[in-house]
């Protein structure tokens, strides 16, 4: 399914100096203890090299059907991935109901053919908005109707606990409790209550992809083990950036991420999502949901964005890992902007997460530091 995202302006240099400004970093190392997770990021395999398997209806067929243990093999052993995400479905309505489209089969058995090939699972339920008023999932917003909150939020609930107990009786290594529900957040007690409710059936680590520019704002960051962001950030200025364009870029963001995480007592930070759309603009607007200029020019560009991203936030401390998004089981012209299937793309992910990844494969898997990360 297309992925939809925000287009909030002329974003640019200013809006990366405005995420930047968020986080008001300084020049003082982030704090590595020994023990820490985020000490224990650069320590070899142990770093989450996610990839999200994504889905062209509701995931039902796909996870669960013949292509997905190929696919998995080809993400291992062609990208070196140790991790992977799905993303169960339910559909929102304009009235706040919250109504589930997954099944319980494509969940277990997507994650037992990963855990066949020592891949840890984390999973990611969305809202599909599509069909709804609302123009992304970040839009989701039922204004001064408090019966619509209360229902949303009520079923929202319901829906999440049971995708975290299937995933909990599946096995998977890790959960995410929402994402980028920009226009959800002042509802702190209702997302507290949602997270209480998913840790008494999921004994994982839990998190929260927040949508980037919006990391400050979310209050309930204490309550998690792992911070999220869905980073589309953009990272050049205009279009065909050079490398060291792209990497000076990524050290203010780096110094960026490093701050944020000592701001919430040095938690790890896992990217739940990094992408970029197949554009000559993919470095001035990551997330652009058309293409733009000539397809060779354009498939090189995300190639080098992805591998410098990759190359840099292995050199972060604070991070602990990345789940690109994405692929698909089965090829598809669908979103194919931010796929990162092919040759080129798989060889750019194997180079930024370097040649030891790549002869690894899933192992380590069982020790990465996302099941490492301790409950509050």
């Not at 990366?16 to 020994?34: D, G, H, I």
């Amino acid at each position: 399914m297309t992925r939809r995202v925000p287009r909030p302006g002329a974003l640019a240099l200013c809006g990366l100096a405005a995420w930047l400004s968020l986080f008001a970093f300084n020049a003082t190392p982030p704090r590595a203890l020994a023990n820490t997770p985020s000490a224990r990021a650069t320590a070899g395999d142990g770093w989450v090299r996610g990839v999200t398997v994504s889905c062209r209806r509701n995931g039902p067929g796909e996870w669960d059907g013949p292509d997905m243990a190929p696919h998995l093999n080809r993400l291992t052993q062609g990208m070196g991935a140790n991790w992977v995400a799905i993303h169960p479905y339910a559909r929102v309505s304009a009235d706040g109901s919250v109504r589930r489209r997954a099944t319980d089969a494509a969940t277990t058995v997507a994650t037992q053919l990963a855990a066949e090939r020592g891949v840890q699972m984390l999973i990611k339920p969305h809202l599909a908005y599509w069909g709804s008023p609302f123009d992304w999932r970040g839009e989701i917003d039922f204004g001064d109707d408090e019966p619509a909150w209360e229902r949303f939020f009520g079923q929202y609930t319901q829906w999440i606990v049971h995708e975290a107990r299937v995933a909990q009786a599946a096995g998977a290594g890790a959960f995410c409790v929402g994402l980028e529900y920009r226009k959800t957040l002042h509802r702190e007690e209702d997302w507290r209550r949602v997270i209480a409710e998913v840790r008494k059936v999921f004994h994982g680590p839990l998190t929260y992809g927040a949508h980037w520019e919006n990391v400050d704002r979310v209050p309930f960051w204490d309550a998690l083990d792992v911070l999220g962001v869905c980073f589309y950030v953009p990272v050049a200025a205009g279009p065909n950036p050079t490398e060291q364009e792209l990497r000076e870029r990524w050290a203010e963001l780096r110094r960026a991420l490093a701050s944020w995480s000592e701001r919430h007592d040095g938690k790890p930070i896992v990217l739940a999502e990094l992408g970029y759309a197949r554009s000559v603009e993919a470095g001035k607007r990551p997330f652009s949901d058309r293409f733009v200029g000539p397809a060779e020019q354009a498939e090189a560009l995300k190639a080098l964005c992805l591998r410098v991203a990759l190359e840099e936030l292995r050199q972060e401390p604070s991070v602990v890992g990345v789940f690109l998004w994405k692929t698909f089981p089965r090829p598809t012209r669908v979103a194919g902007e931010f796929l990162i299937q092919g040759p080129a793309l798989s060889q750019a992910v194997a180079q930024g997460w370097g040649a030891q990844a790549k002869e690894a494969g899933a192992a380590g898997a069982a020790n990465t530091l996302m099941d490492q990360a301790e409950s509050p």
